[in-house]
């Protein structure tokens, strides 16, 4: 019996990957023609096509703590909503041969749950290639915080920290036999930009996918804005959805790009380097 063969993109965050899964989701049916199936998971009539929403949901430790469970009220319906996530992605599975999951989520599974994810998909007859962009520690860090400003769940700059990512790695590494990285900068230069320069290393030929740009960065004034304003108005607070908290939806009033200054740049230098 043939193996499927399923190729799973795990991320890192901030390289171009809300980008990459709407462009796939939004030619679902150019990739079918080219022999690769792109699902689309549902809950409650939610449309997703980012798969970290499912597969973090399913494997992680705590899924009620999931931001994204907390953000659209499920923190009190887990059971429920796994149910439905299991039965869809077991489908998903056992239906198709050449599958692409994308979920950047999956590189902060912790080593446990990253492994059961793993014994899953290959006791269910799946070879897997594993893709993982990087991107430059600096740019890497603002991104990141300028992302949880927007999200509404970095409160103070001040207590803003740098991802660890090259424990992510160790442990991609250290779970999957073999992993391709990538370098996100490099794919920046690719004649089709990095969500082409993803598709080509999937096999999929690109010039037929229309690209989707998602997730535009907030400038820099703007970015201050939101974390003084997500002081009194967070989206998040103790754990659950404040009802008192500011809409998710926010607006850019500057082009300026967000840096740290020298002063926030300093209490973050070691763990950047």
């Not at 049916?29 to 009539?45: N, S």
């Not at 990285?181 to 930009?193: L, V």
Request: aromatic share 8%; glycine share 6%; charged share 25%.
């Amino acid at each position: 019996m043939a193996l499927k063969q399923v190729i799973l993109h795990v991320g890192l965050h901030k390289t171009a990957t809300s980008s990459f899964q709407i462009s796939c989701g939004e030619n679902r049916k150019q990739l079918r023609a080219q022999g690769i199936h792109y699902p689309q998971f549902e809950i409650d009539k939610r449309k997703i096509n980012n798969h970290s929403v499912l597969i973090f949901s399913l494997f992680c430790d705590r899924p009620e703590r999931y931001n994204v469970n907390i953000k659209w009220g499920y923190d009190q319906q887990i059971d429920r909503v796994n149910a439905a996530y299991q039965k869809q992605l077991d489908t998903t599975i056992d239906n198709h041969n050449r599958i692409l999951l994308s979920g950047e989520d999956i590189s902060v599974l912790s080593p446990a749950a990253l492994e059961t994810f793993k014994r899953y998909l290959i006791d269910r007859g799946c070879e897997l290639r594993v893709l993982c962009g990087v991107r430059k520690p600096y740019a890497s860090t603002c991104s990141g915080i300028q992302q949880n400003i927007r999200g509404g769940i970095l409160r103070d700059l001040q207590q803003a920290n740098v991802p660890q990512k090259s424990r992510r790695i160790e442990t991609l590494k250290q779970t999957f036999e073999t992993i391709d990285f990538f370098s996100f900068e490099a794919d920046c230069r690719h004649a089709a930009g990095p969500v082409g320069a993803l598709l080509e290393r999937c096999g999929v030929d690109y010039r037929n996918i229309k690209q989707a740009k998602q997730n535009e960065g907030l400038g820099n004034i703007s970015t201050r804005l939101y974390v003084d304003i997500n002081k009194i108005y967070p989206v998040i607070l103790g754990g659950k959805l404040n009802p008192q908290g500011r809409k998710r939806q926010v607006t850019n009033f500057d082009e300026n790009k967000f840096l740290l200054t020298p002063q926030e740049l300093a209490t973050m230098k070691d763990a950047i380097d």
